[in-house]
């Protein structure tokens, strides 16, 4: 099975804070995405990447950037952390060969900016 | 961008009731997912169904390309089965999962 590893189910930040988010998935996939989950906003994606050093916009990158130097893992980085990005922020991965053969979610980062 | 909508919203049933849930999208896609999403966050994935019928244990999905719509069947509920279901699709051309708002389905002991 794939498995999509988040190095931190909770985490605790405060107002200006540099934070990074890590993603690992070890199955080989082309795709990675980050989404944040909110109450009442469903789940919205935030970057995306294809391959590594390539990186897409998502519907709501505003305060946040990615970087992927390697396939396998995938990192959100909030440059300077605000309370408006406390959420759950939720990795997934995918293999794409032409056509995509589904989604493998992470179990989820539970960040609270303080 | 691509609509999805999924009903009901809100589902609350006894257990070992069957329940239907209901997704519908606006724009031809080459993938459809459904996922669980389990009381600590976790989006476990059911089926992934761009067509076609699918068939796991108690729970079953049915793809209708052609009129944008899937279901999920949920047969002799446990309440372990609670949680919120999220349909996704990716729209033909595109490689980023759009997803609905969710149905939260309780079920009562």
């Known amino acids: 099975d794939v498995k999509v590893t988040q190095s931190s189910r909770y985490l605790v930040k405060r107002t200006g804070e540099k934070v990074f988010l890590e993603c690992v998935q070890d199955?080989?996939?082309?795709?990675m995405f980050w989404y944040r989950q909110d109450p009442g906003l469903g789940l919205r994606l935030i970057y995306f990447s294809y391959d590594v050093k390539m990186k897409e916009k998502g519907d709501i990158p505003e305060g946040y950037s990615v970087s992927r130097e390697k396939k396998e893992r995938f990192s959100l980085i909030l440059e300077s952390a605000s309370t408006n990005q406390t959420s759950m922020y939720l990795c997934?991965?995918?293999?794409?060969?032409?056509?995509?053969?589904?989604?493998?979610f992470g179990s989820g980062t539970r960040l609270t900016v303080v | 961008g691509i609509q999805v909508e999924q009903s009901p919203p809100d589902l609350i049933l006894q257990e070992g009731a069957n329940s239907t849930l209901r997704c519908n999208f606006s724009d031809s896609v080459n993938n459809l997912q459904w996922f669980h999403q389990n009381p600590w966050g976790q989006l476990i994935n059911l089926f992934y169904i761009p067509s076609g019928t699918k068939q796991n244990g108690r729970l079953s999905a049915t793809t209708v390309a052609t009129e944008r719509y899937s279901l999920l069947y949920i047969s002799s509920s446990q309440t372990t089965d609670s949680g919120v279901y999220f349909c996704?699709?990716?729209?033909?051309?595109?490689?980023?999962?759009?997803f609905g708002q969710g149905t939260r389905l309780t079920i009562n002991p």
């Open positions: 997934a991965s995918s293999l794409w060969r032409g056509i995509n053969y589904g989604y493998t």
């Open positions: 199955m080989d996939h082309e795709n």
């Open positions: 996704a699709v990716e729209r033909k051309g595109a490689q980023k999962l759009v």
